[in-house]
């Protein structure tokens, strides 16, 4: 049951598209306290309840415990000090003593949950402005409560099978011969893959819907060359316009008035990639329809996969913001004498602020419907409509593909439009230990086609890291080997066991035909796909607090080695099941298992896979891409 | 058996006092490969070679799969693409199919591991220039090992009983009431409390060996008055000088000409916490001498406890280095309109840059016994020569007094005059991981009195992070709970459950018996006072791989959980042995387990200790402090 409150004057996230009638601010039951102002909601808890949740941010999959702030955020650094990351996902499920609980906080800002942090038993969500819409959902099960949630906010997002093909990507791949040796030596090696990406390298100076002339001189030709081979190009669009002069899509949107505004009414001007750039305002429908119609630079190519990026929108500078923080800190150069520490590191961190300043997004606007709003109240919905408005147009500009997009920027309501991606991770073992946590969570928040940059986007990849990373990420929709300019290069021929690299992806695409059907059955039926054994056993104390199990679907369960030099972990079987210790799709070996704790040992080159009872292992055959799918 | 190999010409460290005849090159065998420049040895590794050693540093208890350098660096990130910390331990032992090996490169300046990840089957350690010591030590097993190259390198710093009491620090505590109020409000709670530390607001404008006058302004009778509660005080002695006319330290050190001089032979100026500062040339022995002396100044108060810190040495920045930064960043000022992104991220970097910059690491020198020397190549020996300062005096000014001396950096050698505590880590629960992986590396390189900032250092601490903080630390000698400014109070009697964080300090004084006993007899025995079970049977494979498990002296091991909302662990016993699931000294339970893998539940307020095989649990009687045990 679905009871839903009002408070103030909420902006319309569309995040619920057929609302509830509203209930009396009185009738606020089930343990929940408002404070006086209306920005609080708290809760208290009990010492063994499970907070679920909030999407792709840290920490644990049980969230409780820590502070989160969601306003989406290019965040590069993935690490427990950090509030907040790309998608704002503002729903939890309390698992405990009291029954389940769910709370959708549907506030487009800020809002902070403090699940525990500051006091231990206590929970609280508090929104920035006391304008906004909180859902609480009841039922007999967390697993109930999220399927009310996700019907309430609508089917998610379907992606197509190619989409379930390994994908490889690297910043810096720069031109057609670049991309071609990619997919050259993959085929030399006998590894399956399905698509290569296309980061912003590809643009002419970082124009969107553009393409440098002489890295792409035959572009069409070029996307016919690697259909021939079942390679899908993706490329990456990004939020920001560069303003230049003749750049026709900047042009017509200064001609239209498209952009964000600043607080006098001129076109507001950042940096992004491009340079200084302008926002288009995603949230008017006619700026939408604008963006999309533009993908048609793209689809009439044949290209039909994009992923959009740095639509938080991430602002590496407002020009105001530059210039006063350049007049500050050349006083510095008169200072160096007589300078004193805190001077120097007020200095350094007006520098560091430059990027992503909450002053800045406090200083422009959008439009929709024709009142001005101010951007930092609707942040949120940056990414999820610049994703919408390509997702809209995809059947009228391309209605004879099937087309993939993904976004790094999400708010609950753009999972019926896109997937997600989890950001700029690094080559970190905790991150592989992250896309465990953030999976089930995702789900619960209707992002289903989602994964992790695999090996790690920034930093140095090892090949054990890489093995492990892609050991996780073969069980996830998204599957993309990805890195930044600068890093050690990752793709798997750059390492030497190609062999074991080539087994792993050869389960993967064996187990598309399992994995897309239980994904196209989370969509259909509002479950989950990576399901916590927590949730799907609620009677069992010993599962409740196991993080880094996942229920795949109806059949089987997953418990990756996640730990450098790792030789093994220990799994809870909440019941009985059969473990294939796989190297392959050929070579396992299959072993029997109770339902309890076992320790099972896990070679660098085995991916351990449960079978539930009565459930069976159903291997495809393996092909180099999905289109080779028998 | 240790073979020594002369590279070059050396400079002497002091690591090894007696050193053994040194071998002919052409005899280095063991599968030790030197390149053709004498900078590099390598070693291929078999599949499942485990690599300890390199005492704090960070990652794994196996250091396998990264790279590590060693270069000791002020780095408050402790994070997973960090290479160096505050200490450099530049010895490993490889266990493995081929038996057991034990390298000390001993070399001052920077040290370049790379164990197994560029090429996951071959270790690498490069020195920068190839002047260096190689010692080669063989025996029947790696403990065998570690006794031989600790008997080598010289019997470790023995810390009196007193320093195993619990400490409470915090940077912000400015005068004697802050500090009375501590004390006051742990006795008050019945919180066994044996110090209190002076961070470096006591000081008068960061002057070594001054007080603040106004917040201190009877030291001496303070000093007694905590005395007379059994609380010993612990300022922090900073390696760097203040500029300052009228400061007699600093002019004694002109005058004497003490401090580490430029190109130019003038004295070097950086900064460090009292702004512009000098460097007194530790390497010599009359500047160790007439900086030990120094002390007096605590000692006749009768203090007898302190920690040197910013001795990697830190260098916020140097004079030089600042003015052309500042000059640079100024030209950004008229460059807004037309700056490019890699301009504004080049001004970025700059300003980043300034502290600890290689430049200025290469641009100062000492003159050790009159021969001028490069800081950068003896670099990795300053913390070392700043706590053997002090510590060469003690005996002779504080005859009477059980002193204690601890280090933020060191290089092995300096295990003989100081302990150690492992630098600004953050409140993380992966930080609580890492001090169990780094405790049998710092040991096994000489170090035994170590700890980490209990809670951590930086970021917020929660109060179940803080207790789980807390059930590794109460087994480590130095038991710390320290915090930064700005960061959230960490003492105990901020949080709620004051009973349950009683009772861990009650633990803690009841085995302080065990645990000193133990660790005096891994300093005269030159053992591990923290073993990892991989070592202690290494015909176990299962033991091998297990990184979060410590035997601790003789009779125990410990198995902490450590991760957020955890409600147990895995523990693997090597052998049968008794778990005591301890709520307090007085309240536990017991239970017999045999050999092999166990899932044991843990609540947030019970610290799981194993007894050996034959072996006893012996709590003492707990006691407000150390001097009131019986």
Redesign the interface.
């Known amino acids: 049951m679905t009871e839903r409150y009002v408070f103030g004057t909420p902006f319309d996230t569309e995040a619920v598209l057929d609302k509830p009638a509203a209930s009396p601010e009185s009738a606020l039951g089930h343990g929940l306290k408002l404070s006086a102002d209306k920005k609080k909601v708290s809760y208290d808890l009990d010492k063994?309840d499970?907070i679920y949740g909030l999407g792709e941010s840290l920490?644990?999959m049980?969230k409780?415990?820590?502070v989160y702030k969601t306003f989406n955020t290019d965040q590069t650094?993935h690490?427990?000090?950090q509030y907040s990351l790309y998608g704002s996902h503002t729903f939890i499920l309390i698992e405990g003593a009291k029954g389940s609980l769910g709370l959708f906080t549907d506030y487009p800002g800020l809002v902070t949950y403090d699940l525990?942090?500051t006091?231990?038993?206590v929970l609280t969500i508090t929104a920035e402005e006391a304008d906004y819409e909180m859902y609480v959902i009841t039922g007999k099960s967390g697993l109930e409560i999220i399927t009310e949630f996700r019907k309430l906010i609508g089917k998610s997002y379907k992606a197509p099978l190619w989409a379930f093909g390994y994908g490889q990507s690297r910043w810096g791949y720069k031109c057609e011969d670049d991309i071609r040796e990619v997919v050259r030596r993959h085929k030399e090696n006998n590894l399956p893959l399905d698509a290569v990406y296309m980061d912003i390298d590809y643009m002419d100076n970082y124009k969107d819907f553009t393409l440098n002339p002489e890295a792409f001189p035959k572009f069409k030709e070029f996307v016919d060359e690697m259909k021939a081979q079942h390679i899908h190009l993706l490329p990456n669009v990004d939020a920001a316009i560069k303003i230049e002069d003749g750049y026709d899509m900047y042009e017509e949107g200064v001609k239209e008035n498209y952009y964000c505004k600043d607080e006098n009414g001129e076109d507001f001007i950042m940096?992004a990639?491009p340079?200084k750039s302008v926002l288009p305002d995603f949230l008017r429908p006619e700026v939408r329809r604008w963006f999309g119609l533009k993908y048609r630079f793209f689809t009439d190519a044949g290209v039909d996969g994009f992923w959009n990026d740095m639509n938080e929108p991430a602002l590496?500078?407002s020009?105001k913001g530059?210039?006063e923080?350049?007049?500050e800190?050349?006083h510095?150069?008169d200072?160096?004498d007589t300078?004193?520490?805190y001077s120097?590191w007020h200095?350094?961190d007006t520098?560091?602020a430059?990027a992503n300043k909450p002053e800045d997004y406090r200083s422009f606007y959008h439009e929709p419907e024709g009142k001005r709003i101010r951007h930092d109240r609707v942040h949120n919905l940056y990414g999820y409509n610049m994703a919408r408005a390509a997702s809209e147009v995809f059947n009228e500009i391309a209605p004879k593909m099937e087309t993939l997009i993904f976004s790094r920027a999400s708010y609950i309501g753009s999972h019926r439009y896109a997937g997600i991606w989890t950001g700029d991770n690094?080559?970190?073992?905790?991150h592989i230990e992250l896309i465990l946590h953030q999976l089930p969570n995702l789900n619960m928040c209707g992002y289903l086609y989602v994964g992790a940059d695999t090996g790690g986007f920034?930093?140095?990849t090892?090949?054990?890291?890489l093995k492990r990373f892609m050991q996780v990420s073969l069980f996830t929709p998204l599957f993309r080997n990805h890195c930044a300019l600068g890093c050690r290069e990752q793709e798997i021929y750059r390492f030497?066991d190609i062999d074991a690299f080539r087994n792993l992806l050869n389960l993967r695409y064996a187990l598309i035909p399992y994995l897309y059907k239980s994904y196209v059955d989370s969509i259909e039926n509002n479950k989950l796909m990576f399901t916590p054994i927590g949730l799907a056993f609620p009677e069992d104390k010993?599962a409740?607090?196991i993080?880094d199990q996942l229920l795949v679907g109806d059949d089987l369960m997953i418990a990756p080695v996640y730990?450098?030099?790792?030789?093994?972990?220990?799994v809870?079987l909440p019941e009985d099941m059969t473990l294939y210790l796989m190297k392959s799709d050929k070579d396992f070996t299959k072993t029997e298992l109770s339902k309890g704790?076992?320790?099972i040992n896990v070679d660098i080159d085995e991916v351990p896979i449960f079978v539930r009872k009565g459930k069976s292992l159903t291997l495809g055959k393996p092909a180099m891409s999905t289109a080779e799918l028998e």
Request: proline share 0%; hydrophobic share 35%.
């Open positions: 063994d499970v920490h644990g049980n409780r415990g820590f650094k690490n427990e000090d525990g942090f006091d231990k038993d940096a990639w340079g590496f500078y020009l530059l210039k923080t350049a007049e800190i050349s510095l150069k200072e160096t300078l004193d520490l120097l200095y350094l520098m560091n430059l690094s080559s970190f073992y905790s920034a930093f140095h090892s090949e054990n890291l030497k010993e409740r607090h993080e730990k450098a030099n790792a030789a093994g972990r220990d809870y704790h076992h320790f």
